[in-house]
C-alpha cells in the first residue's frame, strides 16, 4: 500500500511564539516513510523545526518564533493577495508578511503492525479524560448497552454514534467534549470520536482517539477516529463512516483531542489563517 500525504497550514503567529505541529506519520512497525519533507517558510526565509517523540510513534515538531519577528496585522477581508497555488491548490512560494507556512509531504510506505496494548494504557485508556467524560456518561452507556462486552459492544457503540449523531462541518466548538456532542447530536470527526470513546470507557473498555491522513476522506481534513481494545487488539473504529480504516496513516495517539491536537502552542498565540490537506492512494498500488 502506497499513499500520498501532504498538508499545508498557515499561521499568524505573535513573536515569541512556540508552536508545535503534530502533522508528520507516526513511526509504526510496517510502515515507512519516502521522501519526506518537513518545511517551515516565513517572509525573512526557513525556520528550523526541532522533532520530538511524542507517545505511540507519534512525531511533534516544535517551531519557535523569534523575539524579533515582525508581526503585521490581518489585511482587511477582501483585500488579500490571491495566493500562488500549484496544481493541487497547494500553496507556494513566498508567505505574507507576519504569516508562517509550514509544509509537510511524505509517500507513505506499508501497512501498519496491530500497535502493542501494555498494561499502562489498558488502565489509561478506561479513565476519563478532558473530551472524553466517561464518568458523566456511565449511566447513559448502562442503559444504552446494559451487559454487552467485547466485539458485541464497540459494534453496539459504533452503530449507535453513527445513526444518532449527524456530521455536521464547522458546527462544533473546540472545547466540545462526548457529552457536549451526546446532547447536540451532531459534530465532525472528533466529535464522533469523543464520544465513541467515551461511552467505551463507561462500559470498562479502553478507548483512546487517533488522528491521521485518512485517504478518500470527504471533506478531506485530518480525521480522527476512534480505537478500542477488543479481544486482545487495538481496533480502528469510525464512526463517520467517511474513510477507509485500511488505509489510514497513523499521526499521534492519546486521551482525547488534548493529546492529537494539529497544531498547539505553549508559549505566546496564533491565528490559524489557512489549512489544506491530502491523502490518496497512488493507483498503482490500490488493491
Known amino acids: 500500500m502506497l499513499r500520498d500525504v501532504r498538508s499545508t497550514l498557515t499561521v499568524r503567529p505573535s513573536p515569541g511564539t512556540r508552536m508545535v505541529f503534530a502533522i508528520a506519520v507516526a513511526e509504526a512497525e510496517g ?3 519516502d521522501q519526506e519533507s518537513l518545511r517551515v517558510i516565513s517572509p525573512h526565509g526557513e525556520i528550523s523545526a526541532v522533532e520530538v517523540q511524542d507517545h505511540h510513534g507519534g512525531r511533534l515538531h516544535v517551531i519557535d518564533i523569534p523575539e524579533d519577528f515582525e508581526a503585521a496585522p490581518r489585511p482587511p477581508r477582501g483585500s488579500e493577495p490571491e495566493r500562488d497555488t500549484d496544481a493541487d491548490g497547494f500553496p507556494r512560494g513566498s508567505v505574507a508578511p507576519g504569516t508562517v ?18 498494561e499502562a494504557d489498558l488502565i489509561r485508556y478506561v479513565r476519563p479524560s478532558r473530551y472524553a467524560e466517561s464518568d458523566k456518561l456511565f449511566p447513559t452507556s448502562g442503559k444504552l448497552f446494559g451487559s454487552l462486552t467485547g466485539q458485541e459492544l464497540v459494534d453496539a457503540v459504533s452503530s449507535w454514534v453513527q445513526s444518532h449523531i449527524s456530521y455536521v462541518p464547522g458546527f462544533s466548538r473546540g472545547t466540545d467534549g462526548a457529552v457536549d456532542t451526546f446532547l447536540a ?8 470520536a469523543h464520544l465513541v470513546v467515551a461511552l467505551l470507557r463507561a462500559r470498562n473498555t479502553p478507548a483512546r482517539v487517533v488522528a491521521g491522513y485518512a485517504p478518500g476522506l470527504r471533506p478531506m ?20 463512516g467517511l474513510a477507509e480504516m485500511s488505509s489510514l496513516a497513523r499521526i499521534a495517539t492519546g486521551a482525547d483531542a488534548s493529546d492529537t491536537a494539529f497544531l498547539s502552542t ?22
Do not use: M, N
Not at 266 to 287: M, N, S
Open 31 to 33: 510502515v515507512t516513510c
Open 101 to 118: 507556512r509550514v509544509d509537510y509531504r511524505s509517500l507513505v510506505r506499508g501497512a501498519e503492525s496491530a500497535p502493542v496494548g501494555d
Open 185 to 192: 447530536r451532531q459534530g465532525i470527526c472528533r466529535d464522533f
Open 221 to 240: 481534513d485530518f480525521h480522527a477516529v476512534a480505537e478500542a481494545w477488543v479481544d486482545g487488539a487495538w481496533q480502528l473504529i469510525d464512526a463517520t
Open 266 to 287: 505553549v508559549q505566546g498565540g496564533i491565528t490559524l489563517e489557512h489549512i489544506k490537506v491530502d491523502a490518496h492512494l497512488l493507483e498503482d498500488q490500490q488493491g
